[in-house]
Every structure is written in C-alpha cells, then in structure tokens.
C-alpha cells in the first residue's frame, strides 16, 4: 500500500472540517426545503445521499487494500479479541453509567424526569450499537492495518445481529427491542459491501493493465484527496440534515453531547490500553481502540424512531451522536498519529 503522509490538505483537516460544519449548520437554516428533501431520501432509515458519500471515502480505501493481507489478518485473533471485549463487555455499561449520572443528577435541575428518561435511552441504544465502515477511514488517516480493520469492522458487524437486540432489552428494560434488519443489512452492504466487491476487481484490473508501480505512484495518491473531499462533503450534508435542531436546541444538544464525548474518549482509552498491554503493533492498535469509539449510529436511530418516535428525546440523542462522530474521531486519529512511538513497530 502506497505511504500515507499528511499534506497541507490533511494537516489544516481541522479548519476545513470547522468550515463545513458552519456551511452545513448554515445550509440547513436558511434552505431547510433542500435539507428536507435531502433527509426524505432514504431506504429502511439510511440516508442515500450519506450513503453516496461515504462509498466516495471508503471505495479510495478498499481499493489500496492488499486481499491477502485480509486472510493473514483472519488469522490474527488478539486485535478481534480485543475489539468484542471492549464493545462488548465494556462500551455498553459505561454508557448505561453516563447516561444515568448526567441525565438523572448532573442536568436533573435542568431537563425534566420523562426527558431524562428519553435521553438516557437514546444514550444507551447509540452505546449498543459499536462501529460503521466510517472506522476503515480513521484507521487509514491513521495508518493502520487495513486488513485488520477491514475483517475487524466484518466481524463487528455481524455480533451485532446477535447481540444488540438482547442487551439493548436488557439495559433498556424494556421486553423486546425491534430489530431493524433491514438498516442494519443495508447499511453493511452498501458501506462495506459495495466498496469492496467494487475496489477489489477494479484494484484487480489496474494492476493487471498498469501495473504496481503506476498503481502506486499515480492512482493511489489521488485517491486520498477523493476520500479527504468526500469525507468533508459528508459533513456538510449531515449538519445540513441536523442545522435546523442545533439552532433551535441548542444546549440540549451540548448536556446530551457532553457525556458521549466523555464516553467515546474513555473507550478509546480503554481499547488503546488494553491493546499495548497485549503487545500490538500500532497498526493494528489504533484501528482496534477506534473501532471501539465509534457508533452506528443508523441503527441506533432507527431502533430510537420505532421505539420512542421521530420527535422523542430518545431519536434526539441518536442524532446528537452523529453530529459529533466525525470531529472526534478526527481527533482521535491525531492522537493516535502522535503516540505511535508508544507500540512496537510491525513485525518486531
């Protein structure tokens, strides 16, 4: 895979992310007809203009991915092993413990007790449902292991058809959680699917018409600055679809987003921990701690919607979880740039 370096357009990332949120929050005020039409195109509670943009970041990736490191990484159990007992075991019931503490004392003299309530589901079904294909581009900007992060993300996603209906009952204490197969199904075939049946032959051809060196030093640099441009257009679109609630809720959406930020750097930490502990090579660390951090965040709404209703305070936190996503874990892969020097190189 070509060497990833950070050039002026990643190293300002920040400013031109800040930028895109003001243009999103800004967009969805002023046109919220076009943000409106823009939301109401979607199958089974995904976003197909969202899903657009994310093939145009994620195919860049998949695309540069070496398949055989893919089966190499299947037969490397530590980071996967990792990965289930952080969302798993951990990630859940220290949502469960924020949303409690934050919503029924810290913000009690604030929000009322049926809201609280609400909120702290909301919390709770964004906490059982852990990552989306978003991860195979924070473990790129990272430098990690694509392969790695490509079966880790693989198998992430299918625990959750099993798991996050039963523990989402459980912590909600409700009898039974809707299931939405149809989010989740789509969702993964269209995030992951696509991209890689798509970068795979395309990957396959190039090089069998180019060749390595072409691939390399012509195709693949480009493709970083189409995934980098995606990546900022899906950010205008999603503070386009959200402008209108942020303006008018303004500092409900800072008490909800408080202790998701709070959750998301202490499980990256946890993960980030555990995976020096067990001897990691940074490549496969950053992507492993990542995963854990990260929400998907579509099925959590769409369970919020089925369960509570689209104007609920539940479907408000889901939606509060997606407008922090990008800037924070855009955060984390700048920290783990900067402690790469805390693991083991590859291979050592």
Same mark, same amino acid.
């Given at each position: 895979?070509?060497?990833? +370096? ?11 992310? /800040?930028?895109?949120?003001?243009? !999103? ?52 159990? +530590?980071?996967? *092993? ?22 029924? =004392? ?9 809201? /609280? ?29 694509? !392969? ?40 993964? !075939?269209?995030? =992951? ?23 390399? $030093? ?50 990256? *930490?946890? *993960? ?13 660390? /950053? ?16 369970? /919020? ?29 700048? =920290? ?9 190189? +590859? $291979?050592?």
């Amino acid at each position: 895979m070509a060497e990833r +370096k950070l050039g002026i357009f990643e190293k300002y990332l920040s400013i031109w992310v /800040a930028l895109c949120i003001i243009v !999103g929050i800004v967009l969805g005020k002023l046109l919220p007809e076009l943000s409106k039409a823009l939301s109401e195109i979607q199958y089974a509670n995904v976003s197909i203009p969202i899903a657009i943009c994310l093939f145009f970041m994620i195919y860049p990736i998949m695309v540069q991915i070496d398949f055989r490191r893919v089966v190499q990484a299947g037969k490397t159990p +530590k980071p996967v *092993g990792v990965t289930l007992f952080v969302n798993w075991l951990i990630k859940p019931f220290t949502m469960v413990f924020f949303a409690w503490l934050f919503m029924t =004392i810290i913000w009690a003299p604030f929000i009322s007790a049926e809201m /609280a309530s609400q909120y702290q589901a909301g919390m709770i079904l964004l906490g059982v449902a852990p990552c989306t294909a978003m991860v195979l581009v924070w473990g790129y900007l990272s430098k990690g292991n694509m !392969g790695h992060t490509l079966v880790m993300t693989a198998i992430n996603s299918l625990t959750m058809l099993f798991l996050y209906a039963p523990l989402g009952a459980f912590l909600l204490g409700v009898a039974r959680i809707p299931v939405p197969w149809e989010t989740i199904a789509f969702s993964v !075939g269209i995030y =992951i699917g696509l991209p890689l049946v798509v970068g795979y032959f395309s990957r396959k051809e190039i090089l069998k018409r180019k060749g390595r060196s072409w691939f390399e $030093g012509h195709f693949a640099p480009y493709l970083h600055y189409v995934a980098i441009t995606a990546l900022l257009i899906t950010l205008i679109v999603l503070f386009s679809l959200q402008g209108e609630v942020i303006v008018r809720q303004p500092l409900i959406i800072g008490m909800i987003a408080v202790p998701l930020l709070i959750q998301v750097f202490l499980i990256f *930490g946890i *993960g980030y921990g555990i995976s020096k502990r067990v001897g990691l090579p940074y490549e496969d660390a /950053a992507p492993t701690a990542q995963i854990g951090a990260s929400n998907h965040f579509e099925v959590a709404i769409a369970v /919020a919607v089925m369960l509570f209703g689209i104007e609920s305070g539940a479907a408000l936190a889901t939606v509060v979880g997606v407008l922090i996503e990008v800037p924070v874990m855009l955060t984390l892969v700048k =920290i783990c740039l900067r402690t790469q020097h805390w693991f083991p190189a +590859k $291979g050592r």
